[in-house]
């Protein structure tokens, strides 16, 4: 006993000194001792007082506070993480079975087929801290003990849930201060009349979200309402034919302690069997008066227990939905008070009212934590899957770690079977058309291992990764043929599936206790590969649960898949880009014999080619000689000596550009050279270069010459029309994007870089320039603006100098390039109106024979005795208007307007001798003077159909 104690005893009582009879003096006088503190005790007394209170009450001095703040922060930090083991299905808390090995306790009333679950905490997690005993008792003024309950550490998932609940609310491993009200003895509580108990006992559990705290208090308040000897509560789970019940806290008496029921191993029963199992499945009240009379109940669990059952009263308990959730127990009246009566059923069913409430919001509450864990552990797999796209090795080892976090798991495993060729499974077409998925062999499997699994434990890693190629799984087979999903334990049969689940059949080299299998599909339903969870720790097998976190599990693992796969396929697209350019150097480019044959060349002047006029023909020069004529073009326009362009490079590139059109009817080097010569003529002999700066003029004679490259004879439309690669890369515009993007690919070829005499700026600029140039040849771009240039032109204040003035200009000025084949003299107009409609006769019996497509008005073969009409339709809707603007823009292009009203005089005198095709080319026409004056159009053909490359 304290001292002050002894000498506060011996100064105020004359009674036999005891403990009992000072306290009792001193609730009598409660004012004494606070005046004989006051007046006798000395500092060292009060120091020993105030420590004896702080240990009294289960708290700290400052003084210890102080001693062991760092060892107390050291604990904390120990025993925080609680996470319930158990889960959800169908709005209710799984908990899966495991082995019959663990029966502890024994079950009294049940058959002895009971299998035990597993603990209500996770295993790896550590379980709330507690001391040897969970309440303290204290005295009250009445004598009567009061319990003080020790703080529990807080789980950390509860930190966000708390701040969205109100505060008197009691979550799961809160911590939280002692009550003000102590809780009363049980001889105390039945002292109240039966409204006041129901009432105090109601609100005893009213706002416990902690659900093995909650049943805690309930069955202890059921032993007061009923005065029974120990209490049961078993919950339901699972639905339909798999529900079975799970004891959540077993024979509870009044001396039990709540820390004992953290520590309680759940046990399944049977939904059906035993007393328990029939309250279940009825909903009855069973009141029993000898349990021994009863052949439901089993009278071994008395004989291994010791324990006399005498009397059982078993309720179920509902909830507001009057739903069964639950069925409580009471066992053996106490005090030798006989059976169980009709009153005590009557106190027992409507107290479980509000008990099947309470345990209904505390289940939901735990669903939300197990949800709100689930996202947490998705997000942080979002996070893995999205960090690492590099390495399939360093995704799935991050993968399979957190996989056997989730699921609780000793193993993981991901079998791949998709390679870059094969995309996934082959996939064979039946009878019936659907798509059947067949699973070649794996190609890899990637694994990790940890705690018994892991074989060698000397290394002390927590986790053993490995790699297996070509791993023979026969299970998994199964599953990426069937698409099917497999949760199953060793010697379990498996619909379709020959043999039986072992570590034989997936080819694992350890032991198989239960195993979770799903297909890895992408989005096209094509299996990438099976993800595998093994072993799930201390329980018999993976449950429903298990299987709704492992489909979004394997969901996240194909997107990570299906991520580095696409990315691993970038890399060697890239380099097979690499290798097409070397292909390409090397057969497409000029060679050094070629180089050195035109080297050795003379340039021929401009006027000798007669590449000045307007009226220029190519037919009278070689092969050879264009590229001459082309270097020529540079040279007058003192291109090589402004942007410092290597001799040797510039004819390597000229022959290399020329090669690298195709031999096509029409779209070949002779129209590119054409075009490329009419824009040097606009740019010379109409005087535009002094228009334009030079960066513009060099952009516009390259992309006069490269503007057609590559062209495969076929037009926008058809690309769309066949599905083309082209169509599929460019969203418009697809073949003049494939000519600027070609022109790049053979401009970086070694040797062929024309422009590396160019500062960053200026080949920034010239690019642009240059990309402008090339797709304005789509006549789709010219219809758009078409009415702009016209109102530009006619206009006399009109500012070329404007920046999007010059774009137009230049704009219109490759259209009618492009399209200069109309404006040349009869002889060159006619055959190149012939090739031309040859190569979209050709289109259209693609068109027709390949697509059973209906060709376009001037690709109809059938049509083609009306080529003269087409002609005339096609210089009425698009080339005359064009060449009235150019002229109005520069009078110098007036030789083109001219042209083409020439040319329309004559197409027009073929329409009206109703000529045809088979004689256009010895038709005798007389030329006659040209007609200004437009003709109306001659064609029906709309003007969408007239907008063709030229």
Known sequence: MP??????????????????????????????????????????????????????????????????RSRTEEEGKSCHTVEHKTSIVDNQLVVPPVTKATLDPPVREEAMDVVPAVPAVSPGKQLHHFPNRQFRKTLSREGAPILKPYRRSFSDDLINIRSLLPT??????????????????????????????MMELVRDIAQDLDLVSLCFKILLNVGILTNGDRCSLFLIFGSGDQRFLVSKLFDVTENSQLTDMYEHKPIRIPYGKGIVGYVAESGE???????????????????????RTKSILC?????????????????????????????????????????????????????????????DSLVLLAHYIFEEQRDMDNLLRRVLKKGCEMFSSTGCRILLMECPESDGLNLDKPDNGQVVKTADAFVSCFEIYTGDDIKNKETGDEYEFQNILTPQDTLARYVASNLKTVNAVPGEQIDGFEGMVCAETIGADREIRSILAMPILNESRNVLGVVEILNKKGEERFDRNDESLFEAFTLFCGLGIYNVINFERLIKANNAQKVVLEILSYHASASKDEVSLIEREEIPSAQSLNILSFEFADHSLETDQTVLATIRMFIDLDLINKFRIDFQSLIRWSITVRKNYRDVMYHNWRHGFNVAQMMFAMLT??????????????????????????????????QKLSDSPLANLYSTSFMEYHHFNHFLTISQVEGNNIFKGLNEQEHSQFLDLTKTTILATDLALYFKHKSLFKQLVENPDTNWDDGDNRVLLRSMMITGCDLSAITKPWEVQRMVAEKIASEFFNQGDIERDKFGHTPAYMMDRSKR??????????????????????????????????????????????????????????ANITLTSINTNRVGTLSNQPEEESGVEG
């Open 315 to 375: 309720m179920p308990v509902k909830n507001n939905q009057s739903e069964i959730v639950g069925v409580a127990q009471v066992i053996n009246k106490k005090d030798e008070e006989g059976p169980f009566t009709a009153n005590d059923e009557k106190i027992f069913e409507r107290y479980l009212t509000f008990c099947g409430i309470g345990i209904t919001n505390a289940l939901l509450f735990q669903s939300s934590v197990i949800m709100y864990k689930r996202s």
């Open 3 to 68: 001292s002050f104690i002894k000498k506060l005893g011996s100064c105020v009582v004359r009674m036999p000194l005891s403990e009992p009879n000072v306290e009792r003096y001193l609730e009598e006088h409660p004012g004494y001792l606070h005046k004989y503190v006051v007046t006798h005790l000395s500092e060292t007394d009060l120091k020993e007082l105030y420590e004896h209170w702080y240990k009294a009450h289960g708290r700290k001095s400052s003084t210890e506070k102080e001693r062991k």
């Open 168 to 197: 008197n609310l009691q979550l799961p491993g809160e911590p939280g201060e002692e009550p003000s009200a102590r809780r009363r003895s049980r001889e105390e509580w039945r002292q109240l009349n039966e409204p006041d108990l």
């Open 865 to 922: 005795d009306e080529l003269p009409k087409m002609q005339v339709g096609f210089i009425d809707n698009i080339c005359l208007e064009l060449y009235e603007s150019l002229e109005k823009a520069n009078p110098l292009f007036r030789p083109l307007l001219d042209g083409c009203l020439s040319n329309r005089r004559n197409w027009s005198n073929l329409c009206e001798r109703r000529t045809s095709f088979a004689d256009i080319s010895s």
């Open 685 to 718: 002999s109409g005087q535009m270069s002094q228009q334009f700066t030079d960066i513009e003029v060099f952009a516009l004679l390259v992309g006069s010459l490269c503007h057609d490259i590559d062209h495969r004879g076929t037009t926008n439309q058809f």
């Open 285 to 307: 009240i069973v009141n029993i008066p000898d349990a021994y009379q009863d052949e439901r109940f089993n009278k071994a669990i008395d004989m291994q227990t010791g324990f």
